[in-house]
């Protein structure tokens, strides 16, 4: 990675047949590229920054393709350097030729994000402008891109003011030090909430980075109820397809089945899930034992029930394995009992796979909880180190407040301090082969 001396040149579009593809250059060949394979009525290389139409030539000089091309003069370019960049029509034939006249030039092809390394290296964007375009980049929902465009200046709002906090502390702590050697029994609680004001702090970010980490994964949504209740048709409509088996007979569901959804711009996991009833075949039990392990892990139970008979028997020692799991209650086949029906304590929502009754409300509802979780002011997407420095610091706390309590107060300053330094550390580069591994190697070749 330490070749800066070369030329290179990379696709900045996708290389598939399409309108229009580009190709960017890089380097002091530049020019050489520009002069030898663009010819156009104007001196290209006379007027940086404009956006120039012409012809593309091969190596020996051959009309290819009309084009556009562009010249940045160094350093007023992305990469610092001077960069010519070719605009061809979307054609496999017309990138190969150019590819293979650039390679002619002495031009070599970039590796993963190595423009963007470059315009780090040169001083054109830092860390924290990388990281935003990093994430940015691997945004796969329009509330992801938003929450990715905000995420960097939010997560450095959030060190600064931890910092502050802790700083204040430290300095009210090293004050009082100075004055007192022991410091008196009752004073001990003051001395303990302030820690506590810099934990909740340090929580507050790591839940908020928890909740950035779901956010990518998916908002987990279980479909669980007894055989026949209608959770593979309930599982298809929301879908709007036929992706799961759906018959009348008990137990056609054996095993988990997942789908993404985008609502509202949010990514939503559903999962189908087999049936448990009072006489399962083995490989039923097998399939509940799944049903169970799954639907704990989401982040939501629609709890299906047929409407006809409502919660009954079985069902009432499934929801035990739940606990405080936010549960939506389903009664399906509405189209079969008509009247609305009133089961005890339990608010639920009626709806037909049949008819799709009540499909809408459901859907509310269920985005109604997802958007708690994913309350912008909550979500903040953070880096592994990022990530590591934050659990480092909660774990210091922990110890800082371990020596309060056993009168150290000296001690727990000092740690203190190394939760500073940490935080000191969040922007400041690692070596510049960490720096490429961690944020340039994800981005594509002409980035
Ligand atoms: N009339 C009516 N029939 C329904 C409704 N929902 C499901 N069914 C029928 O009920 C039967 C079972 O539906 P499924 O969706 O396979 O039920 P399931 O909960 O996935 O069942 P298992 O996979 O065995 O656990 C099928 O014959 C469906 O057509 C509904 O709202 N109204
Ligand atoms: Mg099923």
Request: aromatic share 10%; hydrophobic share 40%; with cysteine.
């Amino acid at each position: 990675m330490d070749d800066f001396s070369s030329t290179i040149y990379g696709e900045m579009t996708f290389p598939a047949k399409s309108a229009l593809r580009a190709v960017r250059v890089s380097g002091a060949l530049s020019k050489n590229a520009l002069s030898k394979l663009f010819k156009a009525n104007m001196v290209i290389l006379e007027n940086p920054g404009r956006l120039i139409n012409g012809i593309l030539l091969d190596s020996r000089r051959r009309e290819i393709d009309f084009i556009m091309a562009v010249y940045f003069k160094a350093p007023k370019s992305y990469t610092g350097e001077d960069v010519a960049e070719f605009f061809c029509h979307g054609s496999t034939g017309v990138i190969s030729s150019l590819s293979k006249s650039l390679e002619n030039l002495g031009i070599r092809r970039a590796k993963n994000g190595e423009f963007s390394f470059r315009a780090y290296i040169n001083g054109k964007m830092g860390i924290k402008e990388a990281s935003k375009i990093k994430r940015i980049m691997d945004s796969e929902t329009p509330y992801e891109a938003q929450l990715s465009f905000l995420s960097e200046d939010k997560i450095e709002k959030e060190i600064f003011n931890l910092k502050d906090e802790i700083t204040k502390v430290v300095a009210l702590w090293e004050g009082r030090l100075d004055f007192v050697e022991d410091v008196p029994k009752e004073n001990k609680s003051v001395w303990i909430k302030e820690l506590k004001r810099i934990k909740a702090k340090a929580e507050n970010l790591q839940e908020m980075a928890k909740r950035g980490e779901k956010l990518k994964s998916g908002f987990k949504v279980a479909l669980f109820g007894r055989t026949n209740s209608g959770k593979s048709s309930l599982f298809n409509n929301l879908l709007g397809k036929e992706r799961a088996i759906v018959t009348p007979h008990p137990g056609t569901t054996r095993d988990v089945l997942e789908e993404k959804l985008e609502i509202d711009g949010l990514p939503i996991l559903f999962y189908d899930t087999a049936g448990a009833r009072k006489k399962s075949l083995k490989i039923e039990k097998k399939g509940i034992e799944r049903a169970i392990e799954v639907a704990k892990k989401c982040d939501l139970v629609l709890f299906l029930f047929d409407g006809r008979y409502g919660i009954i028997g079985k069902d009432k020692e499934l929801l035990k394995m739940f606990g405080a799991k936010r549960i939506i209650f389903v009664a399906t086949k509405k189209d079969l009992y008509g009247e609305k029906r009133s089961y005890p304590k339990k608010e639920f929502i009626e709806i037909s796979n049949k008819t799709y009754y009540g499909m809408d409300l459901l859907t509310k509802k269920i985005m109604k909880v997802a958007k708690m979780d994913f309350d912008k002011k909550g979500i903040m997407f953070i880096d592994g180190k990022t990530k590591e420095i934050v659990d480092e610091i909660l774990k210091i706390i922990k110890e800082s407040g371990d020596f309060l309590r056993k009168g150290n107060e000296v001690a727990s300053t000092d740690l203190l301090k190394r939760c500073l330094f940490y935080l000191d550390n969040i922007y400041k580069s690692d070596s510049l082969e960490e720096v490429y591994d961690t944020i340039f190697k994800d981005f594509c070749i002409g980035k």
